[in-house]
């Protein structure tokens, strides 16, 4: 069973995930994950999406989630921030993504987008066996589909 270290566990996040999808290498990208792997994205108030390694029922395979990425968007992922533990395998991260829209994307009129992630992972046999991805979009290039409801409401202060 093999182990990372806490410098295995943020290369494994930084440079053999992220950096393979930054350079739309797929099947690299694919590589860091176990075959039964489950991906869950959380936005707001949106529905939840998952994909998973071995699809059953509606969901899509992993694959579909970055398709659908590098097929519409040239990524940056930086200013990683990282909450490391070796003994239970997990890694979560927090970093700041920009999506700039490629020519061809349906979403060229939004502009680029900034987000704000945190990215948890749990690891086994030095692969990733979920990935739980959170996201704010506080630039959303003023359309207001996605954006949270707002609940609970703020706090006003007397």
Not at 26 to 52: M, Q, W, Y
Not at 122 to 145: F, H, Q
Request: hydrophobic share 35%; proline share 6%.
């Amino acid at each position: 069973m093999a182990r990372l270290t806490r410098s295995g566990l943020i290369d494994l996040c930084e440079n053999r995930y992220f950096g393979n999808v930054v350079s739309a290498r797929l099947d690299a990208v694919l590589a860091c994950f176990t075959p039964d792997t489950v991906v869950v994205i959380r936005h707001g108030d949106n529905p939840e999406r998952r994909f998973l390694g071995r699809p059953e029922g509606d969901a899509l395979h992993i694959s579909e989630f970055w398709k659908h990425l590098n097929g519409n968007f040239d990524a940056r992922f930086e200013d990683y921030e990282h909450v490391v533990d070796t003994e239970q395998q997990r890694i979560a991260s927090t970093f700041l993504v920009t999506l700039a829209p490629k020519a061809q994307s349906p979403y060229v009129s939004r502009g680029t987008l900034r987000l704000k992630n945190c990215n948890l992972f749990w690891v086994e046999d030095g692969l990733i066996a979920r990935m739980l991805v959170y996201y704010s979009n506080p630039d959303t290039g003023g359309d207001p589909v996605g954006k949270p409801s707002g609940y609970p409401p703020a706090r006003r202060s007397t």
